[in-house]
Protein backbone atom coordinates (compact mmCIF):
# COMPACT_ATOMS: atom_id res chain seq x y z
CA UNK A 1 0.00 0.00 0.00
CA UNK A 2 1.40 3.29 -0.65
CA UNK A 3 1.79 6.73 1.63
CA UNK A 4 -1.56 7.65 0.19
CA UNK A 5 -3.30 4.67 0.07
CA UNK A 6 -2.99 4.82 4.03
CA UNK A 7 -4.78 8.06 4.76
CA UNK A 8 -7.60 6.42 2.20
CA UNK A 9 -8.97 3.92 4.77
CA UNK A 10 -11.82 4.71 6.40
CA UNK A 11 -11.76 5.71 9.97
CA UNK A 12 -14.69 3.59 10.55
CA UNK A 13 -12.25 0.44 9.96
CA UNK A 14 -13.21 -2.34 12.46
CA UNK A 15 -16.82 -0.42 13.55
CA UNK A 16 -18.27 -2.25 10.40
CA UNK A 17 -21.36 -3.71 10.87
CA UNK A 18 -22.93 -2.18 14.16
CA UNK A 19 -26.45 -0.36 14.43
CA UNK A 20 -26.73 2.96 13.24
CA UNK A 21 -26.13 5.97 16.35
CA UNK A 22 -29.22 7.41 17.35
CA UNK A 23 -30.37 10.74 16.24
CA UNK A 24 -31.35 11.84 19.77
CA UNK A 25 -29.81 14.53 21.33
CA UNK A 26 -28.66 15.12 25.01
CA UNK A 27 -30.60 17.40 27.62
CA UNK A 28 -28.30 19.95 26.39
CA UNK A 29 -30.46 20.06 23.80
CA UNK A 30 -27.43 20.25 21.03
CA UNK A 31 -25.12 17.53 21.28
CA UNK A 32 -25.85 14.11 20.15
CA UNK A 33 -26.42 11.07 22.24
CA UNK A 34 -23.53 8.60 22.28
CA UNK A 35 -24.39 5.22 23.61
CA UNK A 36 -22.50 3.98 26.50
CA UNK A 37 -19.79 1.50 26.15
CA UNK A 38 -18.83 -1.00 28.68
CA UNK A 39 -14.89 -0.16 27.91
CA UNK A 40 -12.93 3.36 27.24
CA UNK A 41 -11.46 3.30 23.81
CA UNK A 42 -7.28 2.16 23.66
CA UNK A 43 -6.16 5.46 22.37
CA UNK A 44 -6.99 6.87 25.79
CA UNK A 45 -3.62 4.94 26.82
CA UNK A 46 -1.98 3.54 23.94
CA UNK A 47 -0.35 5.34 20.91
CA UNK A 48 -2.28 4.34 17.43
CA UNK A 49 -0.09 3.49 14.39
CA UNK A 50 2.07 4.52 13.19
CA UNK A 51 3.22 6.32 16.13
CA UNK A 52 5.80 4.82 18.03
CA UNK A 53 6.26 4.95 21.78
CA UNK A 54 9.32 2.96 21.93
CA UNK A 55 11.05 6.12 23.05
CA UNK A 56 8.43 8.90 22.87
CA UNK A 57 5.27 9.56 21.00
CA UNK A 58 5.16 13.23 20.66
CA UNK A 59 7.50 15.98 20.97
CA UNK A 60 6.21 19.24 22.01
CA UNK A 61 8.91 22.50 20.49
CA UNK A 62 8.30 25.45 22.53
CA UNK A 63 9.43 28.44 20.13
CA UNK A 64 10.07 31.78 20.90
CA UNK A 65 12.26 35.05 19.09
CA UNK A 66 15.72 35.91 21.42
CA UNK A 67 15.60 38.90 19.98
CA UNK A 68 12.41 40.07 21.88
CA UNK A 69 13.71 40.03 25.71
CA UNK A 70 10.39 39.68 27.36
CA UNK A 71 9.35 36.76 24.87
CA UNK A 72 12.51 35.29 25.63
CA UNK A 73 12.49 35.51 29.76
CA UNK A 74 8.55 34.27 29.27
CA UNK A 75 10.08 31.51 27.71
CA UNK A 76 12.91 30.83 30.34
CA UNK A 77 10.24 31.28 32.87
CA UNK A 78 7.87 28.54 31.12
CA UNK A 79 10.79 26.45 30.77
CA UNK A 80 11.67 26.29 34.20
CA UNK A 81 7.74 26.03 34.79
CA UNK A 82 7.57 22.73 33.17
CA UNK A 83 10.30 21.18 34.77
CA UNK A 84 8.95 21.94 37.85
CA UNK A 85 5.35 21.14 36.81
CA UNK A 86 6.21 17.53 35.06
CA UNK A 87 9.38 16.23 36.29
CA UNK A 88 8.17 12.74 34.78
CA UNK A 89 8.03 14.43 31.07
CA UNK A 90 11.53 14.72 29.27
CA UNK A 91 12.33 18.34 29.07
CA UNK A 92 15.72 19.23 26.89
CA UNK A 93 18.09 22.34 27.18
CA UNK A 94 17.09 25.54 26.64
CA UNK A 95 18.42 26.67 23.20
CA UNK A 96 19.11 30.49 22.33
CA UNK A 97 19.39 29.89 18.81
CA UNK A 98 18.10 27.60 15.96
CA UNK A 99 18.73 23.78 15.99
CA UNK A 100 18.12 20.72 13.64
CA UNK A 101 15.12 22.15 11.49
CA UNK A 102 13.73 24.69 14.14
CA UNK A 103 14.04 28.31 12.41
CA UNK A 104 14.61 30.12 15.76
CA UNK A 105 15.18 29.30 19.30
CA UNK A 106 13.14 26.66 21.17
CA UNK A 107 12.89 23.96 23.89
CA UNK A 108 11.24 20.32 23.52
CA UNK A 109 9.65 18.26 26.06
CA UNK A 110 8.72 14.78 24.91
CA UNK A 111 5.52 12.53 26.41
CA UNK A 112 5.23 9.18 26.79
CA UNK A 113 1.70 8.64 26.62
CA UNK A 114 -1.46 9.71 25.72
CA UNK A 115 -2.88 10.74 29.08
CA UNK A 116 0.34 12.91 29.57
CA UNK A 117 -0.24 14.52 25.43
CA UNK A 118 -3.09 15.39 26.25
CA UNK A 119 -2.71 17.06 29.36
CA UNK A 120 0.57 18.78 28.25
CA UNK A 121 -1.58 20.21 25.40
CA UNK A 122 -4.02 21.97 27.40
CA UNK A 123 -1.73 22.66 30.14
CA UNK A 124 0.02 24.77 27.34
CA UNK A 125 -2.70 25.83 25.53
CA UNK A 126 -3.28 28.32 28.71
CA UNK A 127 0.18 28.70 29.51
CA UNK A 128 2.12 28.94 26.19
CA UNK A 129 2.01 32.64 26.48
CA UNK A 130 3.47 34.40 23.48
CA UNK A 131 5.27 30.71 22.00
CA UNK A 132 4.48 28.69 19.56
CA UNK A 133 4.44 25.28 19.86
CA UNK A 134 5.23 22.95 17.50
CA UNK A 135 3.56 19.34 18.24
CA UNK A 136 4.60 16.09 16.28
CA UNK A 137 4.04 12.21 16.98
CA UNK A 138 7.14 9.96 16.32
CA UNK A 139 6.79 7.86 13.77
CA UNK A 140 9.19 6.19 11.29
CA UNK A 141 9.21 9.27 9.05
CA UNK A 142 10.58 12.42 10.78
CA UNK A 143 10.00 14.41 7.93
CA UNK A 144 6.20 13.21 7.37
CA UNK A 145 6.17 14.30 11.64
CA UNK A 146 7.35 17.55 11.18
CA UNK A 147 5.30 18.28 8.53
CA UNK A 148 1.85 16.03 7.49
CA UNK A 149 1.59 15.04 10.85
CA UNK A 150 2.48 18.04 12.67
CA UNK A 151 -0.06 20.71 15.03
CA UNK A 152 0.71 24.03 15.91
CA UNK A 153 -0.50 26.35 18.92
CA UNK A 154 0.45 30.03 17.88
CA UNK A 155 1.74 31.27 14.70
CA UNK A 156 3.30 28.37 12.64
CA UNK A 157 7.16 29.07 12.15
CA UNK A 158 8.47 27.63 8.29
CA UNK A 159 10.66 24.53 9.10
CA UNK A 160 13.77 23.31 7.19
CA UNK A 161 12.77 20.02 6.55
CA UNK A 162 15.01 19.26 3.44
CA UNK A 163 17.68 17.39 5.62
CA UNK A 164 14.93 15.19 7.42
CA UNK A 165 14.00 13.72 3.93
CA UNK A 166 17.56 12.16 3.41
CA UNK A 167 16.93 10.13 7.26
CA UNK A 168 13.79 8.45 5.99
Not at 13 to 32: R, V, W
Not at 110 to 134: A, D, E, I, K, M
Request: charged fraction near 25%.
Amino acid sequence: MTETQTWLKSPLEGFEGLPPLPDDKNLDGKSLFNPPSDKLSEAYTTFQEPIDASNNGFDFHIYYSPSIEAEAQYARELHERIRREFPELRTYRFWDRPVGPHPTAMFEVNTFTPHQTGTLFSWLVVYRGPCSVLIHPNTDDAHRDHTELATWMGKPWPLHTDFLKARH
